[in-house]
């Protein structure tokens, strides 16, 4: 039997090299910092999740950001919390996410 350190180990590695890049920025540090939180129900759904797509994943959890439901009624809760998570560290990144455009350099 798979201890809990040994699961959470695995569940973060498969988080982090996912095959889609934007994928891997959003759940490897939701991985690093939540999975060990998670309530064991909700740790059974995420590790069932990584065995979605991650384009339909990468869509679901964008739609979220639109406030618009997309994926499996079961996932719903889950990808909530994914898309909370990483749509907030991005909010606070205002240097790096942002679309207005800065001068680079001085007139």
Same mark, same amino acid.
């Given at each position: 039997?798979? /201890?809990?350190?040994?699961?959470?180990?695995?569940?973060?590695?498969?988080? @982090?090299?996912? *095959?889609?890049?934007?994928?891997?920025? =959003?759940? %490897?540090?939701?991985?690093? /910092?939540?999975?060990?939180?998670?309530?064991?129900?909700? !740790?059974?759904?995420?590790? &069932?999740?990584?065995?979605?797509?991650?384009?339909? !994943?990468?869509? @679901?959890?964008?739609?979220?950001?639109? *406030?618009?439901? &997309? %994926?499996?009624?079961?996932? /719903?809760?889950?990808?909530?919390? =994914?898309?909370?998570? &990483?749509? *907030?560290?991005?909010?606070?990144?205002?240097?790096?996410?942002?679309?207005?455009?800065?001068?680079?350099?001085?007139?």
């Amino acid at each position: 039997m798979e /201890s809990q350190e040994n699961r959470l180990k695995r569940l973060r590695m498969r988080s @982090w090299r996912r *095959g889609m890049k934007e994928m891997d920025l =959003i759940l %490897g540090p939701f991985a690093d /910092s939540q999975l060990a939180n998670l309530p064991p129900e909700m !740790l059974e759904r995420y590790e &069932a999740m990584l065995n979605e797509n991650d384009q339909d !994943l990468y869509r @679901w959890i964008v739609a979220r950001l639109k *406030g618009e439901p &997309a %994926g499996p009624e079961t996932l /719903s809760e889950l990808l909530d919390v =994914i898309s909370a998570n &990483a749509f *907030g560290r991005f909010a606070e990144d205002t240097e790096h996410f942002t679309n207005k455009p800065r001068k680079t350099q001085a007139d």
